[in-house]
């Protein structure tokens, strides 16, 4: 059974950073390196929000407000994503998904991907 298990959240002062983790498991059929993985965001009262992508072979892509602040990379070895977040800013508060899909077209579209872990919760605080 595919499993994703995000970790990494936490309250921060506004200008800080954190890095979330999202480890895979249970891809026995297909290797978790031939997925695209995302982090999502939901805020309160907003709809879930696409933030970055990563393909499988390591091209990425990013929603325009977080470019520049935000960084997704992969470490195949271990099954893990990251998503490195700088600057962040009490607009940043949410809880933070992280999903695995193939055949991936609309990169940043809750609706294109399979797997999606517990979220983790980030609060930035001002």
């Known amino acids: 059974q595919v499993h994703l298990v995000e970790s990494g959240g936490d309250s921060v002062q506004a200008g800080g950073s954190l890095r979330l983790s999202c480890t895979a498991s249970g891809f026995t059929a297909s290797p978790y390196r031939f997925y695209s993985v995302s982090w999502f965001r939901h805020i309160l009262g907003q709809e879930r929000e696409g933030l970055a992508v990563?393909?499988?072979?390591?091209?990425?892509y990013y929603l325009d407000s977080v470019k520049g602040r935000f960084t997704i990379s992969q470490d195949n070895a271990k099954n893990t994503v990251y998503l490195e977040m700088n600057t962040l800013k009490p607009d940043d508060t949410a809880i933070y998904y992280c999903?695995?899909?193939?055949?991936?077209?609309?990169?940043?579209?809750?609706?294109?991907?399979?797997?999606w872990g517990q979220g983790t919760q980030v609060t930035v605080s001002s």
């Open positions: 990563i393909d499988s072979d390591g091209t990425t």
């Open positions: 999903a695995a899909g193939r055949y991936v077209a609309d990169k940043l579209a809750p609706h294109e991907y399979n797997y």
